[in-house]
């Protein structure tokens, strides 16, 4: 069974442009989350999707969206890049969160290196 | 403030020798969540255990064990006779609901890195 898949594995962007992240969840999976793990700050937690919609986001600003399509894979979309933007985001998926699913393991994908120069 | 407290940065032990890993958490939720995830080397994070807040019985896996203290807000991960193979960052994390709006997140410690050494 394919695990979560990641795209690109590397971005390197220029400050003020746009990245684009995508993540596949693994199969029977419908919650899809997004991390920033920047260098010693441990996993912020982004954005949680499920069935569609945002579920919950962290502290981010605005300029971190991201959506949820029918088949449930996820774009993570951060505008108008900052060099503080520079970091691993991982995605990861779990059986629904909702209805009480909290309980549910999470699992990752191997990330994408965001590096903004 | 910080929910998940992993207050270990980085651990160094020798093969063979026995490790905990700290893990204290905060919530008012009166049911939650903690987990365990390792982060080795090669990036992704793989899942160890998970406990929810009325089950307080520890748990072994191999190598591995768990003290879940709901008394003390603790956590902890206890590796016997450590590995090389089990250096990697390990994470503690919480899940709790948000009171305001119904939904559910997770909150990582900020993590432990453990290296062994032969």
């Known amino acids: 069974e394919a695990g979560v898949t990641q795209s690109p594995t590397h971005l390197i962007k220029t400050r003020g442009q746009q990245a684009t992240l995508r993540c596949s969840p693994i199969s029977g999976h419908t919650s899809v989350y997004w991390y920033q793990q920047a260098l010693g700050l441990g996993l912020q937690f982004l954005l949680w999707?499920?069935?569609?919609?945002?579920?919950n986001r962290g502290n981010f600003p605005p300029r971190f969206s991201g959506r949820q399509f029918p088949n449930y894979s996820s774009e993570l979309n951060v505008n108008a890049l900052e060099l503080e933007d520079s970091a691993l985001y991982l995605c990861?998926?779990?059986?629904?969160?909702?209805?009480?699913?909290?309980?549910?393991?999470?699992?990752f994908g191997p990330g994408t290196r965001l590096t903004v120069l | 403030a910080q929910k998940v407290t992993q207050a270990q940065t980085e651990i160094s032990v020798v093969e063979k020798e026995d490790v905990t890993l700290d893990c204290v958490y905060e919530t008012r939720d009166t049911t939650y969540y903690l987990f365990w995830y390792k982060q080795p080397p090669s990036g992704e994070l793989v899942f160890l255990i998970r406990r929810n807040s009325f089950d307080e019985q520890n748990e072994i896996s191999g190598r591995y064990s768990w003290n879940f203290q709901k008394s003390t807000s603790s956590f902890n991960f206890t590796i016997t006779a450590s590995q090389v193979v089990d250096s990697a960052v390990y994470f503690c994390a919480l899940s709790e609901r948000v009171v305001t709006s119904g939904t559910y997140k997770y909150i990582f410690g900020t993590g432990t890195r453990l290296k062994v050494l032969a």
């Open positions: 999707y499920d069935e569609g919609e945002e579920r």
């Open positions: 990861a998926s779990s059986f629904s969160g909702l209805a009480g699913g909290t309980g549910n393991e999470q699992f």
